[in-house]
């Protein structure tokens, strides 16, 4: 067989983020936690909108923050966010980055 030699120990997929984590020297804990905060620890106001599937979104404060985008709606202008907005349907769960209510709270 030609080619590298073969692989001395597999690792779990799960595993492979955490290699490259500590591999650049990143706290996943602290980076999950800055890019996925529960809204429900916020006290801002939101609804989660899943009805339509080709549209689902969270308006969070009067703002359309779509459903795994990194992005929120200023009317028709896409404000850049560092995660996703997520939303766990089994818990009710909204997720958002901190970055994202810093922005809420500040416009």
Same mark, same amino acid.
């Given at each position: 067989?030609?080619?590298?030699?073969?692989?001395? %120990? @597999?690792?779990?997929?799960?595993?492979?983020?955490?290699?490259?984590?500590?591999?650049?020297?990143?706290? @996943?804990?602290?980076?999950?936690?800055?890019?996925?905060?529960?809204?429900?620890?916020?006290? @801002?106001?939101?609804?989660?909108?899943?009805?339509?599937?080709?549209?689902?979104?969270?308006?969070?404060?009067?703002?359309?923050?779509? @459903?795994?985008?990194?992005?929120?709606?200023?009317?028709?202008?896409?404000?850049?966010?560092?995660?996703?907005?997520?939303?766990?349907?089994?818990?009710?769960?909204?997720?958002?980055? %901190?970055?994202?209510?810093?922005?809420?709270?500040?416009?």
């Amino acid at each position: 067989m030609y080619g590298m030699d073969a692989p001395r %120990q @597999l690792a779990a997929n799960v595993d492979v983020g955490r290699m490259a984590a500590e591999a650049f020297g990143l706290d @996943l804990k602290e980076l999950t936690d800055t890019l996925y905060f529960d809204m429900d620890a916020t006290g @801002l106001e939101y609804e989660v909108f899943t009805t339509d599937v080709t549209d689902p979104h969270a308006i969070i404060e009067g703002y359309k923050f779509p @459903l795994g985008h990194d992005y929120y709606l200023v009317g028709e202008t896409r404000i850049m966010l560092p995660g996703i907005t997520v939303y766990a349907p089994n818990t009710d769960k909204l997720y958002v980055s %901190q970055e994202a209510i810093y922005h809420v709270i500040h416009n």
